[in-house]
């Protein structure tokens, strides 16, 4: 079983900057495609940012591209999520997902482990 744990979300101001962090435990997720997604209040889940189990091969959604950026540092098991030039729109639940699989994965019914959610609001 992995665990997973995010943090760093918060209310930010158009325009500012938040690093969203997931920490895990319980596996080494070395091995691991990890992604972010997040939910707006009625909306579905959407894919944010994927990223292979060794960094070398990343995906984002169109609406992030230029102002995100995924990485990884699995020497500390953790995945990050920078987030730049933050929108209203950006305003959601923030979730990282872990599935043992060597490509990179945009589907989330195809996760295996999911975080409990960090809050992003970004006001105008």
């Known amino acids: 079983q992995v665990q997973l744990v995010e943090s760093g979300g918060g209310l930010v101001q158009a325009g500012g900057s938040l690093r969203l962090s997931c920490a895990a435990s319980g596996r080494t997720i070395s091995s691991y495609a990890m992604g972010w997604f997040r939910k707006a209040p009625g909306l579905e889940r959407e894919f944010v940012a994927g990223?292979?189990?060794?960094?070398?091969?990343?995906n984002y959604a169109d609406s992030v591209k230029g102002r995100f950026t995924i990485s990884r540092d699995n020497a500390k098991n953790t995945v990050y999520l920078q987030m730049n030039s933050l929108k209203p729109e950006d305003t959601a639940v923030y979730y990282c997902?872990?599935?043992?699989?060597?490509?990179?994965?945009?589907?989330?019914?195809?996760?295996?482990?999911w975080g409990q959610g960090t809050q992003v609001t970004v006001s105008s």
């Open positions: 997902a872990a599935v043992l699989r060597l490509r990179l994965i945009v589907a989330p019914n195809q996760y295996d482990y």
């Open positions: 990223m292979t189990w060794s960094g070398g091969n990343t």
